[in-house]
């Protein structure tokens, strides 16, 4: 019994604590969702963060108080973590994924590392269900009810403490996100300049530049949209990046970008561009109304003349 309890308690408390880190930050971890590259649509993906900050908590919490339901509780954390293995994996030799979510973004976690670490769970999972396999193991057990209550009040603790972070951390951007008008999604942007003045990208024609503060390609397509601004070929140019602001800063910092930079929330950023393909992306935009846009993870300076003057880039 005691290799059992101390196997469950384990797994449970690596679950809640998963579940309660993600629950910190849910905008973030549907970004770190939204890498896997698996689900089309932004609707989809907060069902998906929501639901496995649930299942975690819930699983978790019921591994933690012993509450087994015959078994079938084992069953059920052993294919979570297949799942999310595979996933893990396909994300990680399809899409080049980072930083898997497991933790949210306070303890980032590659793919080795996750799904290491899965295994290992999986393997006490495994364990424990063996050793409970015997056919009258749970009915041998000796009911308590001071030992039943305690067990209980642990399972709603788990509960209470991820929910209370959920509702009770910054998680407004998540639950309730940024309604765009379809047909001018840059009408209510603005972004201020270097000497404090703000460009209204409702009102104009620009060209748009949908960066993230983390990736390398849009850090060296900074380069060439330098040279572009330097061409002063074109409508003026805005950067509309994807990150917090400490990495906008470093991005900035890195990149030194002759043109403005502006950070949007994650919702807005991921409804602008295309739902399977990364950043960057390319708008040719008036008065908050797409002209044209372009895909591509190496763009150069000749190819962004060509864009700008409405040719197809070579």
């Known amino acids: 019994m005691l290799l059992v309890r ?49 299942a975690e908590t819930v699983v978790g919490a019921a591994l933690i108080a012993g509450i087994r339901f015959r078994g079938w509780l084992y069953v059920v954390a052993l294919l979570m973590l297949v799942g999310f293995t595979g996933l893990v994996a396909y994300a990680a030799v399809f899409h080049d994924l980072k930083d898997c979510g497991c933790f949210g973004v306070a303890i980032p976690l590659g793919p080795r590392e996750t799904i290491a670490k899965n295994i290992v769970m999986a393997g006490i999972v495994a364990v424990v269900w063996w050793v409970t396999r015997k056919k009258d193991f749970f009915e041998s057990l000796e009911v308590r009810p001071s030992r039943e209550a305690l067990r209980a009040l642990s399972a709603l603790a788990c509960l209470v403490l991820v929910a209370a972070t959920l ?54 397509a900074v380069e060439h949209l330098n040279e572009l601004v330097e061409l002063k070929e074109g409508p003026p140019l805005v950067g509309l990046v994807l990150g917090s602001e400490s990495e906008l800063e ?14 949007v929330e994650p919702s807005l950023f991921f409804s602008l561009i295309s739902p399977t393909a990364p950043p960057p992306r390319f708008y040719i935009i008036k008065d908050g109304k797409e002209v044209r846009h372009w895909d591509t993870l190496t763009a150069d300076t000749e190819s962004l003349l060509q864009f700008v003057k409405g040719e197809v880039p070579s």
Request: include cysteine; charged fraction near 15%; charge should be negative.
């Open 250 to 263: 470093n991005f900035r910092s890195i990149t030194k970008p002759l043109f403005p930079l502006g950070r």
């Open 167 to 220: 509702y009770g951390a910054d998680n407004a951007a998540f639950f309730r996100p940024q309604q765009v008008d379809s047909q001018r999604p840059f009408a209510a942007l603005t972004v201020s300049t270097t000497d404090g003045a703000e460009i209204r990208l409702g009102e104009g024609e620009y060209l748009v530049a949908m960066l993230s503060a983390t990736c390398d390609e849009c850090a060296a």
């Open 6 to 54: 101390t196997g469950e308690i384990l797994v449970g408390v690596v679950f809640v604590l998963a579940a309660f880190l993600k629950a910190m930050d849910m905008q973030s971890f549907a970004v770190q969702i939204r890498y896997y590259g698996v689900l089309p649509s932004l609707e989809m993906i907060r069902y998906a963060a929501l639901g496995s900050v649930v």
